[in-house]
């Protein structure tokens, strides 16, 4: 067998797990292992994060719609006919003669 082949034997077999130097191997398959732990979970949080924001981002597009909506209603209900229309429902009409203006003079 090459010595390429036999190398590759050995790590399938897991002998380098288990030889003389397999302290410092350990360590540094523990590290690798909570390297990947700390990816996976930095992944999630990100996932859970980008939820957020789109959900965020949705119900902030239907706050915009109703403010929307509602500034149109309030424009309506704010001319002048639609004020008197509902006066006119309530007895209240506007007046035909035109406000005089009163001037009070005070003598010293």
């Known amino acids: 067998m090459s010595k390429v082949k036999q190398t590759v034997y050995n790590i399938l077999k897991g002998k380098f797990l ?4 397999a302290q410092k191997n350990w360590g540094f398959l523990l590290f690798l292992t909570g390297l990947a732990l700390f990816v996976i979970t930095s992944s999630h949080q990100i996932d859970k994060k980008v939820q957020k924001i789109a959900a965020l981002n949705k119900e902030k597009r239907e706050l915009r719609s109703q403010f929307v909506a509602t500034r149109s209603d309030l424009m309506k209900l704010k001319m002048d006919s639609s004020i008197s229309r509902r006066l006119a429902e309530n007895g209240l009409f ?3 003669t035109p ?5 009070v003079r005070i003598k010293k």
């Open 18 to 21: 288990v030889n003389e130097d």
């Open 94 to 96: 506007a007046s035909q």
């Open 99 to 103: 406000p005089q203006k009163i001037i």
